[in-house]
């Protein structure tokens, strides 16, 4: 009996050390082909620096060799894109990074200041090369710095991150965002007719990472439903034109990416992915969809009531913030509130004039009232930045002396002269017990929480996506002109179509060159970014505002220089300020022309008016809190002007 005992432990040890083995090694699988695509990429890029060393840059031969091995380098970044976008974003900005410099910090604006950050790599070099008096030096440093960057992927530390399953569905998850976002659109390659191979190059290659991923982890493997939907989904691009302007990417996001994002996401939530990464910081596991009103917050519009969840209190906190929104009790003369430029009819801004009128009632404000519609989906506030949250521009709006001329003090005094305001008030403390008595704080995060709500709805393209509802086939167009030919999604990526892309920690800034007036006799004196932060990069750039429910908020620009959409559309057709003549050497966009035609721009308009979002706007409210300072009661709901 004790040597069955002996015989069977010994084969039950046998059998334990033969499928730790077999396990070990599929695992191995997993890494060896992202390290086999990694050096695949590494031989690449030093056959490229090869190149140009040899080569002589006034010979177009020469060139076309550059250009044929930048290529070939290029494809095999995309073998690899999917851990190094994820794994380290900061150096693939040296790897291929679409901007020569940004000075965006992300979500760290938030904790520190603005820092220069040099861009260098394939795609900068690919737009090198199409410039006159190439200097050999210059393209070489491009390449070079790609080189070096790529140098911490042999890192250990990365290695590891590979012998567990959570970062390959992050991973995953950031690659089929950018499949929604910039893969198709021409925002990292610089030639259009390379977008598509380079996508079909990228998804295959993904395939096989599937398949070693899957050998190797088998308690947590990609889902058959998945994986039969990623094959069509390789079969549909295939079976596309590689002219990017005539491929489907309206078709390709709605049966495909955002499918496949979806079962994705259950995976993350099924076998407990957890996240290590920064890169992570604004993304909601809990969203099913990429056109998800979830999908990520860059700001927290409860404020100070961030640890409210209770639906009662929620609901008396936004029903003063509602109060107050229409009380010019926050101003400095009692006679001007959130709503004199925040019309909640006309989606939260002022289409009445340019720009609004001024605390003194006479002259006007240098900026066109922003929507406060989606205002949430951005880290940075305000057209130029200078806010990292919207409390903090609510105050400043508040106590500014050309918009509601109001001063702190005297604003939290007469706002606690009302017996309404102050009994709430009092209540919410309790709820925020770091604080000990009523401040701004709390007066802001109220107004900050009710408009927020406005927030959460839907149009007509969110439902087509989400619910596979009807779309009207000329919004189909222009979806798939806004993501191609036009350029826009270059600037306003998915899904809010704003200047946030994946993974949607940062805030784009770009310069135009928007006009004083529709003669472009002079660009606009206003210096935007430049003045929060002072740098040749930012002068005259604009955080890129949403093109949602954009036909209902005109005037358009900074400045609300142009009066309806289709001189916006003809202004950016025409390459704006460069492309008018105006003097703009920082330029983010290019000067020269789009070519749309007038198909391109009626149907570019239907995707647009697609994007208005349904929204259930309320009854102002019949009468304000009444005050113990009797001036106070004659003031009128929504202000005098």
């Not at 979500?107 to 603005?114: A, G, L, T």
Request: proline share 4%; hydrophobic share 35%.
């Amino acid at each position: 009996m004790k040597k069955k005992a002996t015989i069977l432990l010994f084969f039950l040890t046998l059998l334990c050390i033969t499928f730790s083995f077999k396990k070990e090694s599929n695992a191995n699988d997993y890494i060896t082909d992202y390290q086999s695509k990694l050096a695949v990429f590494k031989n690449r890029q030093s056959v490229l620096l090869d190149c140009i060393e040899k080569s002589n840059l006034s010979s177009k031969k020469d060139l076309e060799k550059i250009r044929y091995q930048l290529n070939n380098t290029r494809n095999a970044l995309k073998s690899i894109d999917f851990w190094l976008r994820y794994l380290e974003p900061i150096s693939y900005k040296k790897i291929n990074g679409p901007l020569p410099v940004e000075w965006e910090t992300e979500v760290f604006e938030k904790f520190e200041k603005p820092y220069k950050r040099e861009g260098a790599g394939l795609t900068l070099a690919s737009l090198y090369l199409e410039e006159e008096n190439i200097k050999k030096d210059s393209l070489l440093n491009l390449v070079y710095s790609s080189i070096k960057a790529t140098q911490v992927f042999s890192a250990d530390s990365i290695t590891n991150n590979l012998k567990e399953h959570h970062h390959f569905f992050l991973c995953n998850r950031l690659f089929l965002l950018n499949l929604a976002a910039i893969y198709t659109t021409g925002f990292e390659c610089p030639d259009t007719k390379k977008i598509i191979p380079e996508l079909q190059e990228m998804l295959i290659s993904v395939d096989k990472t599937y398949a070693s991923f899957n050998s190797g982890f088998s308690t947590t493997p990609l889902t058959n439903n998945y994986l039969g939907l990623y094959k069509n989904t390789i079969a549909f691009v295939n079976a596309q034109s590689k002219d990017f302007e005539r491929f489907d990417h309206f078709t390709f996001i709605r049966d495909y990416v955002n499918p496949l994002f979806t079962i994705n996401q259950q995976l993350i939530k099924e076998y407990n992915v957890r996240s290590k990464s920064y890169v992570d910081y604004s993304l909601n596991k809990n969203s099913t969809s990429i056109f998800s009103k979830n999908l990520y917050n860059g700001q927290n519009s409860k404020g100070i009531y961030l640890r409210v969840n209770d639906p009662k209190v929620l609901a008396e906190i936004e029903k003063i913030g509602k109060l107050l929104f229409y009380d010019p009790i926050l101003s400095g003369n009692s006679q001007r509130s959130c709503a004199s430029c925040h019309k909640p009819t006309h989606y939260f801004t002022d289409t009445l004039t340019a720009t609004s009128l001024q605390f003194d009632a006479k002259k006007f404000l240098p900026r066109n009232s922003p929507s406060l519609i989606n205002a949430q989906y951005n880290h940075l506030i305000m057209l130029d930045g200078k806010h990292i949250s919207l409390q903090n521009q609510t105050k400043d709006v508040i106590t500014n002396p050309i918009e509601m001329g109001g001063n702190e003090t005297e604003v939290l005094k007469k706002i606690l002269s009302c017996n309404d305001y102050l009994d709430a008030f009092k209540n919410f403390l309790k709820y925020t017990p770091t604080e000990k008595e009523i401040n701004m704080e709390h007066i802001t995060s109220a107004i900050t929480f009710y408009y927020g709500k406005f927030s959460k709805y839907y149009s007509p393209f969110d439902m087509a996506i989400n619910n596979n509802e009807k779309l009207d086939e000329s919004a189909q167009k222009g979806f798939n002109v806004f993501m191609s030919k036009a350029q826009c999604a270059t600037c306003h990526f998915a899904p809010q179509f704003n200047g946030v892309k994946p993974p949607y920690v940062s805030s784009e800034f770009e310069v135009l060159g928007v006009p004083k007036d529709t003669g472009f006799t002079a660009l606009s004196l206003d210096k935007g970014r430049f003045g929060i932060n002072a740098a040749t990069e930012t002068a005259n750039a604009f955080r890129t505002g949403t093109i949602r429910n954009t036909a209902k908020t005109a005037p358009y620009m900074h400045n609300g220089v142009f009066k309806n959409l289709n001189q916006v559309i003809d202004f950016y057709d025409a390459g704006g300020g460069a492309g008018k003549g105006l003097h703009v050497p920082n330029q983010t966009l290019s000067s020269d022309s789009l070519h749309l035609s007038k198909e391109d721009k009626i149907n570019l308009l239907a995707f647009i008016n697609s994007l208005n979002e349904k929204i259930e706007f309320e009854k102002i409210p019949e009468k304000l809190p009444a005050s113990k300072i009797k001036e106070l009661n004659k003031r009128k709901v929504s202000g005098e002007y």
